[in-house]
Antibody
Framework: EVQLLESGGGLAQPGGSLRLSCAAS????????MSWVRQAPGKGLEWISG????????YYADSVRGRFTISRDYPTNTLYLQMKSLRVEDTAIYYC?????????????WGQGTLVTVSS | EIVLTQSPATLSLSPGERATLSCRASQSVSIYLAWYQQKPGQAPRLLIYDASNRAPGIPARFSGSGSGTDFSLTIGSLEPEDFAVYYCQLQTNWPLTFGGGTKVEI
Protein backbone atom coordinates (compact mmCIF):
# COMPACT_ATOMS: atom_id res chain seq x y z
CA GLU A 1 0.00 0.00 0.00
CA VAL A 2 1.30 3.43 -0.96
CA GLN A 3 2.01 5.56 2.08
CA LEU A 4 2.85 9.23 2.49
CA LEU A 5 3.73 10.67 5.89
CA GLU A 6 4.18 14.41 6.34
CA SER A 7 6.07 16.08 9.15
CA GLY A 8 7.56 19.45 10.00
CA GLY A 9 4.44 21.51 10.61
CA GLY A 10 4.03 23.76 13.58
CA LEU A 11 3.91 27.36 14.69
CA ALA A 12 5.97 29.98 12.89
CA GLN A 13 6.11 33.75 13.12
CA PRO A 14 5.32 35.99 10.17
CA GLY A 15 8.49 36.29 8.11
CA GLY A 16 9.78 33.01 9.47
CA SER A 17 10.63 29.70 7.85
CA LEU A 18 9.63 26.05 8.07
CA ARG A 19 10.57 22.94 6.15
CA LEU A 20 7.97 20.25 5.55
CA SER A 21 8.90 16.66 4.77
CA CYS A 22 6.90 13.85 3.22
CA ALA A 23 8.24 10.31 3.50
CA ALA A 24 7.02 8.06 0.71
CA SER A 25 6.95 4.28 0.71
CA UNK A 26 5.94 1.24 -1.35
CA UNK A 27 6.12 2.79 -4.80
CA UNK A 28 8.88 3.69 -7.26
CA UNK A 29 9.46 7.25 -6.08
CA UNK A 30 11.30 8.46 -9.19
CA UNK A 31 8.51 7.35 -11.52
CA UNK A 32 5.89 9.78 -10.27
CA UNK A 33 5.47 13.48 -9.90
CA MET A 34 4.62 14.82 -6.46
CA SER A 35 2.79 17.89 -5.25
CA TRP A 36 1.94 19.90 -2.18
CA VAL A 37 -1.68 20.93 -1.67
CA ARG A 38 -2.88 23.08 1.20
CA GLN A 39 -6.20 23.84 2.84
CA ALA A 40 -6.74 26.94 4.94
CA PRO A 41 -9.18 26.59 7.86
CA GLY A 42 -12.71 26.21 6.53
CA LYS A 43 -11.59 26.72 2.92
CA GLY A 44 -11.13 24.61 -0.19
CA LEU A 45 -8.11 22.83 -1.60
CA GLU A 46 -5.27 24.88 -3.11
CA TRP A 47 -2.53 23.27 -5.17
CA ILE A 48 0.68 25.15 -4.40
CA SER A 49 3.67 23.28 -5.85
CA GLY A 50 4.63 20.26 -7.93
CA UNK A 51 7.75 18.46 -9.12
CA UNK A 52 8.32 15.96 -11.91
CA UNK A 53 9.46 12.40 -11.33
CA UNK A 54 13.09 13.21 -12.08
CA UNK A 55 13.02 16.51 -10.19
CA UNK A 56 13.97 18.34 -13.36
CA UNK A 57 10.92 20.60 -13.44
CA UNK A 58 9.19 22.40 -10.61
CA TYR A 59 5.95 24.37 -10.60
CA TYR A 60 4.46 26.89 -8.20
CA ALA A 61 1.22 28.72 -7.61
CA ASP A 62 1.48 32.49 -7.79
CA SER A 63 0.65 32.68 -4.07
CA VAL A 64 3.92 30.97 -3.07
CA ARG A 65 6.29 31.52 -5.99
CA GLY A 66 9.58 33.02 -4.84
CA ARG A 67 8.94 32.08 -1.19
CA PHE A 68 8.53 28.28 -1.27
CA THR A 69 10.85 25.68 -2.80
CA ILE A 70 9.91 22.10 -3.58
CA SER A 71 12.54 19.37 -3.82
CA ARG A 72 12.88 15.62 -3.55
CA ASP A 73 15.54 13.22 -2.33
CA TYR A 74 15.71 9.83 -4.00
CA PRO A 75 17.86 7.79 -1.59
CA THR A 76 15.41 8.54 1.21
CA ASN A 77 12.23 8.76 -0.93
CA THR A 78 11.38 12.09 0.67
CA LEU A 79 9.59 15.15 -0.69
CA TYR A 80 10.32 18.54 0.83
CA LEU A 81 8.76 21.98 0.90
CA GLN A 82 11.01 24.77 2.14
CA MET A 83 8.83 27.71 3.18
CA LYS A 84 10.31 31.17 3.75
CA SER A 85 8.89 34.63 4.35
CA LEU A 86 5.80 33.04 5.85
CA ARG A 87 2.59 35.04 6.02
CA VAL A 88 -0.48 34.72 8.22
CA GLU A 89 -2.39 33.62 5.13
CA ASP A 90 -0.09 30.59 4.75
CA THR A 91 -1.82 29.07 7.78
CA ALA A 92 -3.26 25.78 6.55
CA ILE A 93 -3.08 22.02 6.59
CA TYR A 94 -0.41 21.00 4.08
CA TYR A 95 -0.84 17.71 2.25
CA CYS A 96 1.67 15.95 0.08
CA UNK A 97 0.14 14.02 -2.79
CA UNK A 98 1.41 11.48 -5.29
CA UNK A 99 0.55 12.23 -8.89
CA UNK A 100 -0.63 9.46 -11.18
CA UNK A 101 1.91 10.45 -13.83
CA UNK A 102 5.52 11.51 -14.13
CA UNK A 103 4.48 15.10 -14.94
CA UNK A 104 0.94 16.02 -13.92
CA UNK A 105 -2.03 13.74 -13.46
CA UNK A 106 -4.54 13.13 -10.73
CA UNK A 107 -3.58 12.83 -7.07
CA UNK A 108 -4.07 9.15 -6.32
CA UNK A 109 -2.57 9.06 -2.86
CA TRP A 110 -2.50 11.67 -0.10
CA GLY A 111 -0.74 12.03 3.21
CA GLN A 112 -2.65 12.76 6.39
CA GLY A 113 -1.55 16.41 6.37
CA THR A 114 0.53 18.58 8.66
CA LEU A 115 -0.74 21.82 10.18
CA VAL A 116 1.21 25.03 9.69
CA THR A 117 0.17 28.01 11.78
CA VAL A 118 1.69 31.41 11.09
CA SER A 119 1.04 33.82 13.91
CA SER A 120 2.84 36.31 16.12
CA GLU B 1 -4.31 29.70 -16.20
CA ILE B 2 -7.40 27.50 -16.46
CA VAL B 3 -10.11 28.20 -13.89
CA LEU B 4 -12.51 25.49 -12.69
CA THR B 5 -15.96 26.60 -11.51
CA GLN B 6 -18.09 24.16 -9.53
CA SER B 7 -21.84 24.39 -9.04
CA PRO B 8 -23.86 24.42 -6.97
CA ALA B 9 -21.86 25.43 -3.91
CA THR B 10 -24.21 23.40 -1.72
CA LEU B 11 -26.54 20.56 -2.61
CA SER B 12 -29.16 19.57 -0.04
CA LEU B 13 -30.46 16.04 -0.60
CA SER B 14 -31.68 12.96 1.27
CA PRO B 15 -30.22 9.45 1.38
CA GLY B 16 -31.34 7.48 -1.66
CA GLU B 17 -31.58 10.53 -3.90
CA ARG B 18 -29.43 11.15 -6.96
CA ALA B 19 -26.80 13.88 -6.85
CA THR B 20 -25.42 15.67 -9.89
CA LEU B 21 -22.45 18.00 -9.44
CA SER B 22 -21.05 20.25 -12.14
CA CYS B 23 -17.54 21.48 -12.96
CA ARG B 24 -16.88 23.92 -15.78
CA ALA B 25 -13.42 24.77 -17.13
CA SER B 26 -12.55 28.20 -18.54
CA GLN B 27 -11.04 26.50 -21.60
CA SER B 28 -10.97 22.98 -22.96
CA VAL B 29 -9.14 20.39 -20.87
CA SER B 30 -10.10 17.43 -23.08
CA ILE B 31 -10.88 14.59 -20.67
CA TYR B 32 -8.20 15.47 -18.12
CA LEU B 33 -10.34 16.17 -15.09
CA ALA B 34 -10.47 14.39 -11.74
CA TRP B 35 -12.96 14.36 -8.85
CA TYR B 36 -12.25 14.01 -5.12
CA GLN B 37 -14.31 13.48 -1.99
CA GLN B 38 -13.32 15.03 1.32
CA LYS B 39 -14.92 14.34 4.67
CA PRO B 40 -14.32 16.51 7.76
CA GLY B 41 -10.91 15.93 9.32
CA GLN B 42 -9.76 13.67 6.50
CA ALA B 43 -7.50 14.00 3.49
CA PRO B 44 -9.20 14.08 0.08
CA ARG B 45 -9.79 10.78 -1.72
CA LEU B 46 -9.60 10.32 -5.49
CA LEU B 47 -12.94 9.19 -6.95
CA ILE B 48 -12.72 9.72 -10.71
CA TYR B 49 -9.83 10.40 -13.10
CA ASP B 50 -9.75 11.20 -16.82
CA ALA B 51 -13.34 12.45 -16.49
CA SER B 52 -15.02 9.05 -16.28
CA ASN B 53 -12.71 6.40 -14.82
CA ARG B 54 -13.40 5.26 -11.28
CA ALA B 55 -10.37 4.97 -9.04
CA PRO B 56 -9.72 1.56 -7.44
CA GLY B 57 -12.18 0.71 -4.69
CA ILE B 58 -14.69 3.43 -5.57
CA PRO B 59 -18.31 2.18 -5.59
CA ALA B 60 -20.19 2.00 -8.87
CA ARG B 61 -22.76 4.56 -7.70
CA PHE B 62 -20.11 7.21 -8.45
CA SER B 63 -19.82 8.11 -12.12
CA GLY B 64 -18.20 10.90 -14.08
CA SER B 65 -18.89 12.29 -17.51
CA GLY B 66 -17.99 15.14 -19.81
CA SER B 67 -15.19 16.46 -21.97
CA GLY B 68 -13.90 19.78 -23.15
CA THR B 69 -15.21 22.36 -20.69
CA ASP B 70 -18.25 20.74 -19.03
CA PHE B 71 -18.07 17.86 -16.59
CA SER B 72 -20.39 16.13 -14.15
CA LEU B 73 -20.06 13.86 -11.17
CA THR B 74 -23.16 11.78 -10.43
CA ILE B 75 -23.85 9.82 -7.28
CA GLY B 76 -26.55 7.39 -8.29
CA SER B 77 -28.19 6.84 -4.89
CA LEU B 78 -26.78 8.72 -1.92
CA GLU B 79 -25.56 6.67 1.01
CA PRO B 80 -25.14 8.30 4.44
CA GLU B 81 -21.34 8.19 4.04
CA ASP B 82 -21.52 10.20 0.78
CA PHE B 83 -22.39 13.47 2.51
CA ALA B 84 -19.12 15.36 2.09
CA VAL B 85 -17.41 18.02 0.00
CA TYR B 86 -16.47 17.22 -3.61
CA TYR B 87 -13.76 18.90 -5.65
CA CYS B 88 -12.83 18.75 -9.31
CA GLN B 89 -9.19 19.12 -10.37
CA LEU B 90 -7.29 19.83 -13.55
CA GLN B 91 -4.98 16.92 -14.35
CA THR B 92 -2.81 18.58 -16.97
CA ASN B 93 -1.63 22.08 -17.83
CA TRP B 94 0.13 23.43 -14.77
CA PRO B 95 -1.01 24.82 -12.38
CA LEU B 96 -3.08 21.77 -11.39
CA THR B 97 -5.93 23.82 -10.00
CA PHE B 98 -8.96 22.71 -8.01
CA GLY B 99 -12.50 23.93 -8.25
CA GLY B 100 -14.06 25.66 -5.28
CA GLY B 101 -15.96 22.57 -4.14
CA THR B 102 -19.56 21.42 -3.75
CA LYS B 103 -20.86 20.45 -0.34
CA VAL B 104 -23.43 17.65 -0.43
CA GLU B 105 -25.46 17.89 2.75
CA ILE B 106 -28.53 16.27 4.20
Amino acid sequence: EVQLLESGGGLAQPGGSLRLSCAASTFTFSSYGMSWVRQAPGKGLEWISGITGDGGSTYYADSVRGRFTISRDYPTNTLYLQMKSLRVEDTAIYYCAKQSGWDGGSFDCWGQGTLVTVSS
Amino acid sequence: EIVLTQSPATLSLSPGERATLSCRASQSVSIYLAWYQQKPGQAPRLLIYDASNRAPGIPARFSGSGSGTDFSLTIGSLEPEDFAVYYCQLQTNWPLTFGGGTKVEI
